[in-house]
């Protein structure tokens, strides 16, 4: 595709359940961000691959957060064990170089 | 640690109207980017423009300008003749340049809700 895909657009999770955010990024680009979004907030790093290589997690708020890329491709952002809290937009970019990123649409996670 | 702070919550004027965004930023870097995104109700970034910090030199883009101003750690976004379209969240961002190793990780202010009236 011509962006970055993020599937799904929206997802409702029951308190407790275990959830997984699925980001395609565009095509040949290294670099891969996931960045979460709290309502009226601004979007709040998360982690950074390049390719496969986790090289920043510092923003995961927990240990119920986890993030993959295992082919330097795709990844997954996944979440253990949903509270309230972790409802919000989470958001993937992915960029060539090191400087510009492009955004996905994003997935609006709501916990009930 | 950084910080970007864009003190105007919501802003509402009228088409044809011109309208300036105001963003603040802190940071120890000598090297940094600045840069400013639309997020449209549909909710994807759309990236506006990028700056390095050694160029000061404002920039015009049809009807979107931008001040950067070091002194006063400022980077203020300008749109002339508003129009209904225009109206989004923009955010103002901060990127510092220390090396691919630690990636371009972004850290936004909380947004300007621009509401353009017809």
């Keep these: 595709g ?3 895909s993020q599937s799904p657009r929206y997802k409702v999770a029951k308190r407790g359940q275990d959830v ?4 395609d990024p565009i095509s040949g680009h290294v670099s891969l961000f996931w960045y979460q979004q709290a309502l009226g907030q601004g979007p709040e790093f998360l982690t950074y691959f390049q390719n496969e290589a986790q090289l920043d997690k510092s ?10 890329r295992p082919e330097g491709s795709v990844s997954t952002l996944k979440i253990q064990r949903t509270q309230q809290e972790d409802s919000a937009v989470y958001l993937c970019a992915s960029s060539e170089t090191w400087i510009e990123a492009f955004f996905g649409q994003g997935t ?3 916990v009930v | 640690a950084q910080k970007v702070t864009q003190a105007q919550t919501e802003i509402s004027v009228v088409e044809k109207e011109d ?4 963003c603040v930023y802190e940071t120890r870097d000598t090297t940094y980017y600045l840069f400013w995104y639309k997020q449209p109700p549909s909710g994807e970034l759309v990236f506006l423009i990028r700056r390095n910090s050694f160029d000061e030199q404002n920039e015009i883009s049809g009807r979107y300008s931008w001040n950067f101003q070091k002194s006063t750690s400022s980077f203020n976004f300008t749109i002339t003749a508003s129009q209904v379209v225009d109206s989004a969240v923009y955010f103002c961002a901060l990127s510092e340049a220390s090396g691919e190793t630690s990636g371009s990780r972004l850290t936004f202010g909380e947004g300007t809700q621009l509401t353009v009236n017809p």
């Design chain 2, 19 to 22: 309208v300036t965004l105001d």
């Design chain 1, 20 to 23: 997984a955010l699925r980001c």
């Design chain 1, 2 to 4: 011509a962006g970055v």
């Design chain 1, 59 to 68: 923003g995961l708020p927990s240990d119920r957060f986890f993030a993959e």
């Design chain 1, 108 to 110: 609006r996670l709501t």
